[in-house]
């Protein structure tokens, strides 16, 4: 018995047993989906592997506390501001009141009282960590005539007006704070030209390090709702014109891109099945088999998805787009099988009959199409970006299975005692095409192969050329408040890209300290030749056990006690304040204990205070393991190109030191030639594949030209409808030609199989062309509906798909259909 | 120690009470016309050269330093202020930057200003003291009339002004010009200044621009 009439007879006869194998898999998956789900939202997994500057981002989004760091800002009007700087402080009390968080930084701490006490605490440790020759140097102001002489010096400029001893004792009145501290503000000379309130003072940023467990999308959801519910309420007390209260962070943004993954399932997925309901309706005037149609694209969508749990136990938030897809792809299979069971109906044949004549007829196309489109999201693996190759093969199940069920399921939902449709007005029309373009085919082939080559020259032509986007706004959802407020926080405030960063993961505390050591000279001739604007490294707070050693020999040298007099004695001569210098006192105090050979070397992160508005610079630099460091290299312009990543890749590293550069901005230029050869090698491979497939099913040199040209045509045409709607490439949006060549080929593979094979046009070929128009405008409208996305790579990738599948279906329509009809003359029934 | 309780009744009402006899409280609207009428004689002689004492007692120091000299003003915010003495200095300022000229030690301090850098703070008094303009933004006042002289007490209204200033006293003369200003910092540093020998004629512009002189050693202080 044929596989087609084994069909049609459990179709038709044993209905009951069906329902039971459909309600069972239905649960089985069901059950899976229950048991296992677990989505993955975080967009640097759509990146791909392999790449260094990738791996450095998850390490720096893994490892890092900044993850865990929002971004406030009140922003008021222009009248506002000295109200503003009234209020900030009391927004920050109150930020610093919530249970959720764990740290605020309302401004530079070096303007506070507490932020310089806070770094004079950590000046012990800094200072013995001085390279020897600075150390020694330092240690000769504590001689007592450069005591004396400095303090005299100090009370002179006092007395003549000057402002600056004021400040300079009272942060630093020993006078060796500052030599410690110089290697530190050295090193951050670009993190601190980074103010907190905006040049015009309408807006003021606070940072906050929360205290959520983890960044999972769900915890981040719940940490919003809080977040939410105090901002409602953060402007109680504000007197002024309205106050804005802006949010951003990593936090921020994950919990709006994984509601948004909800609200992208329901739009798309609502919107593409409307759409294709419609188009079917029209196409067929029945409402059961497309209900038929709907549930067998929804049991194949929850199948792939369950295995796709399987296989991969973790989905890719990208991967849930493929429900959209699959629907717009395996609507085309039902279309084309019911299509052809209508046909049967009207030509006489019972329902069995026509089932078995259906699937007969079109399983073999259905066959050919599903294994073209799912090589061609297979491919996907290649890229090396888990979301993708998760797309790729959700979509390569989904599809083979929706392929299976709509000549199987489909039919449990058409009633056998329905008569035929009677008038079929779409039918007459695709059939006064079909004949006219087989009996005249040149005008139509001049006409839209002249359209086409148009199209397809501006398309492949270098000019106007296809802009290709890699700046990390690309990737942002759409109408995100989180990227509306980094945004207006950006406008705001003075202008600085990102740095490159640069993660350096050392075995022990003195290999850091070296390789920062080297990192930074090296990094200091880059700027001084003026390959680099800056840079920012935690050099001077990686403590080399063997320099403090050696300083505390040094220090043991020191008479402190006498110090200590030689200082109480020129304070008394100059008529300065024992009490307004109790802290030179306490330095001299905690030398005096570090010099005990038997203390252990100091270290700074016992010294700093938890809640010291230090730790966000501290933060940047340091992991939670503190052997994994980073520091920040600031290009001369914004980094958007391969090459200029390129020659940081050449420049930065130092011999012998393991550094990983990264930072979004670097990432994205490093991945632009893996976006390139994503569109040209691997689209090339799947092309070949398909050029040979269409060759072994064709063996028709003629009609194998024929469908290469259209699809040459439908990709240029593509392309060039992008340039001229201004549609730019980006690292997601590429693959898009890969799917339109896949869809391509199915479209040419309906076409030419019946071609080939029939005697009768009318039957066969106006049968077959009326459901690749309605299976195009059903992929179209699938495709299309992710536009409606909120996920820009979704929805970048649906708009570019729509406008591939619409050219590649008017290239079949109106240019292989009469091309073939010229190269291959069939005569019309009715001549 | 003489104890204040110890004092008769009468007496210590008559102390207290004397300065209240000889001083006229002005109301809100007084302040606001006196404010206009400082306005309308800054707008018609912006230029103002005076003679000045200083005595500032810091908690950095036991004692309190007193220092004398020259000052040169012309609305809004330019100054040249001439510190004579042991500890001779000039300071000059033409509203963006600040000079800081020390010849005992032929060096020079230069500051940039509107950075909200603690420097600001002096400028502030400074200008607050002989400029008075828009005032009335930063500070709440209140005033008395004294004979021919007004006493206006300024409390800072905004956030920037609490950091610089926990109170501001101003005398103004019948011209209306500053006689006195007694400012108390939040550190507790405490400055009163005496102007004498005010006049309003003009002041060459050169007066407010500083150029070091070759030799000089020039630092920054605040690094910007």
């Known amino acids: 018995m044929r596989m087609s009439d084994l069909i049609a007879r459990v179709m038709a006869q044993r209905r009951v047993l069906a329902w039971f194998g459909v309600a069972a898999l239905a649960a089985a998956c069901f059950g ?68 959720w968080c764990e740290r605020v930084l309302a401004g530079s701490p070096m303007e506070t009282p507490d932020g310089i006490r806070d770094l004079q605490s950590i000046a012990v440790p800094l200072l013995l960590n001085l390279e020897p020759a600075a150390f020694e140097q330092t240690m000769a102001i504590l001689q007592p005539e450069r005591i004396q002489e400095r303090l005299h010096r100090l009370h002179q400029e006092i007395e003549a007006g000057s402002p600056r001893p004021e400040f300079e004792l009272g942060f630093d009145p020993l006078g060796i704070i500052a030599p410690a501290l110089k290697p530190f503000a050295e090193a951050n000379a670009i993190e601190q030209e980074q103010p907190l309130t905006s040049p015009d003072r309408t807006m003021h940023v606070f940072l906050v390090v929360t205290n959520q467990p983890s960044l999972s999308a769900f915890e981040c959801q719940r940490l919003m709702r809080q977040v939410n519910a105090f901002r409602a309420r953060a402007g109680d007390g504000w007197e002024g014109r309205p106050l804005e209260v802006l949010v951003t962070g990593r936090s921020a943004y994950v919990a709006e891109i994984s509601l948004s993954m ?285 320099w403090v050693e050696k ?44 010099v005990d050979p038997k203390a252990p070397q100091p270290d700074w992160r016992k ?61 994205l230029a490093d991945l632009q030639p893996w976006s390139q050869r994503q569109l040209l090698i691997i689209s090339a491979l799947m092309a070949l594949f398909d050029v040979g497939l269409l060759a072994i099913l064709y063996r028709d040199f003629r009609l194998w030209l ?126 | 120690m003489f104890a204040i309780s110890k004092l008769s009744p009468l007496l210590l009402s008559l102390v207290l009470l004397t300065p209240i006899v000889r001083a006229q409280s002005l109301s809100e609207a007084e302040v606001k016309n006196l404010l206009v009428r400082i306005a309308e004689r800054r707008a018609s002689s912006p230029d103002v050269r005076a003679d000045f004492q200083e005595q500032k007692t810091m908690h950095l120091l036991n004692k309190p330093i007193v220092s004398s000299g020259k000052i040169w003003f012309h609305a809004p915010n330019k100054f040249r202020r001439e510190i004579t003495g042991n500890s001779p200095s000039v300071t000059v300022s033409n509203g963006r930057d600040l000079w800081i000229y020390y010849p005992n030690f032929k060096s020079a301090e230069h500051y940039s200003l509107g950075k909200r850098s603690p420097v600001d703070a002096a400028i502030a008094a400074i200008n607050t003291a002989l400029n008075l303009e828009n005032v009335e933004n930063t500070f709440q006042i209140s005033g008395a009339k004294i004979d021919n002289a007004y006493d206006l007490q300024l409390l800072p209204r905004s956030a920037s002004m609490k950091r610089m200033f926990q109170k501001f006293d101003l005398r103004l003369n019948n011209d209306l010009v500053a006689e006195r200003t007694e400012m108390t910092q939040p550190n507790g540093d405490h400055i009163v200044t005496t102007y004498s020998n005010q006049t309003r004629a003009a002041i060459p512009a050169l007066t407010f621009e500083f150029t070091p002189a070759g030799g000089t050693e020039v630092t920054n202080p605040l690094g910007r």
Not at chain 1, 623 to 647: D, I, M, W, Y
Request: charged share 15%; proline share 5%; net charge positive.
């Open chain 1, 607 to 667: 010294h700093l205070p938890k809640g010291a508005g230090w730790w966000f610079l501290v933060d940047r630099y340091f992991a939670k393991n503190p052997l994994l460091t980073t520091g920040f290299a600031t290009t001369n312009e914004p980094v958007a190109n391969h090459a200029q990543s390129k020659e940081l890749s050449r420049e930065l590293p130092v011999p012998g030191v393991p550094m990983i550069l990264s930072g979004w901005s670097y990432t």
């Open chain 1, 262 to 546: 909800r609200y992208d399932i329901v739009a798309t997925l609502g919107s593409s099945v409307l759409l294709v309901g419609i188009i079917f309706f029209i196409g067929f005037r029945r409402w059961l088999p497309l209900l038929g149609m709907g549930f067998s694209l929804l049991l194949s969508c929850l199948v792939a998805l369950a295995a796709g749990l399987l296989v991969f136990g973790r989905l890719s938030m990208l991967a849930v787009g493929f429900c959209a897809i699959l629907v717009g792809l395996g609507v085309d299979f039902a279309i084309l099988i019911f299509g052809r069971y209508q046909q049967a109906r009207i030509d006489g044949e019972e329902y069995q009959p026509a089932i078995a004549t259906s699937v007969a007829r079109l399983g073999r196309a259905v066959f050919f199409g599903a294994l073209t489109t799912a090589v061609g999201f297979l491919a996907l693996i290649l890229s090396g970006s888990m979301g993708f190759s998760q797309l790729g093969v959700l979509i390569a199940i989904g599809i083979f299975f929706a392929g299976l069920f709509m000549c199987t399921i489909l039919f449990l939902f058409v009633r056998p005692g329905q008569a035929p449709q009677r008038h079929d007005w779409v039918f007459e029309i695709v059939k006064k095409y079909v004949r006219w373009s087989v009996q005249r085919p040149a005008p139509i082939i001049i006409v839209a192969g002249g359209i086409l080559l148009l199209l397809s020259v501006i398309g492949f032509s270098p000019v106007p050329p296809l802009r290709f986007e890699a700046s990390v706004r690309s990737l942002e959802p759409k109408n995100s408040r989180a990227a509306e407020a980094l945004q207006a926080i950006m406008a705001k405030m003075p202008t600085r890209w990102e740095p490159v960063l640069a993660i350096v993961h050392a075995r022990d505390a003195q290999e850091l300290h070296d390789d920062w050591q080297r990192i930074t000279a090296h990094w200091t001739e880059l700027q001084q030749t003026g390959k680099i604007k800056g840079f920012s490294t935690p050099a001077a707070l990686c403590l080399s056990p063997v």
């Open chain 1, 551 to 594: 300083n505390r020999e040094r220090l043991r040298t020191v008479n402190l006690p006498a110090v200590r007099q030689t200082l109480e004695e020129a304070l008394r001569v100059e008529g300065f304040s024992t009490d307004s210098f109790a802290s030179a006192f306490r330095l001299l105090d905690d030398l005096r204990t570090v």
């Open chain 1, 32 to 99: 899976i989906l229950i048991t296992r789900i677990e989505l993955d939202s975080d967009v640097i997994n759509m990146l791909p592997k392999g790449f260094e500057s990738v791996e450095g981002l998850k390490i720096y989004d893994r490892d890092f506390e900044q993850t865990r760091e929002l971004t406030f800002a009140l922003r008021c009007q222009p009248q506002d501001v000295d109200k503003l700087e009234e209020f900030a402080p009391t927004f920050a009390e109150n930020l610093r009141k919530q249970s």
């Open chain 1, 706 to 831: 024929i469908q290469i040209v259209t699809l040459a045509f439908g990709i240029g045409a593509m392309i060039a409808t992008m340039k001229l709607l201004n549609l730019h490439l980006n690292l997601l949006n590429v693959l898009s030609f890969r799917l339109v060549l896949a869809i391509g080929v199915d479209y040419g593979i309906y076409v030419v199989l019946v071609w080939q094979k029939t005697r009768e046009l009318e039957h066969d070929v106006a049968g077959v062309i009326k459901p690749v128009i309605l299976a195009g405008l059903t992929a179209v409208s699938g495709f299309g509906s992710l536009g409606w996305a909120r996920n820009p790579s979704l929805s970048g990738l649906g708009i570019a798909c729509a406008i591939g599948i619409f050219w590649s279906l008017l290239a079949t329509i109106f240019f292989a259909l009469p091309a073939m009809a010229a190269a291959k003359p069939k005569v019309w029934s009715g001549q």
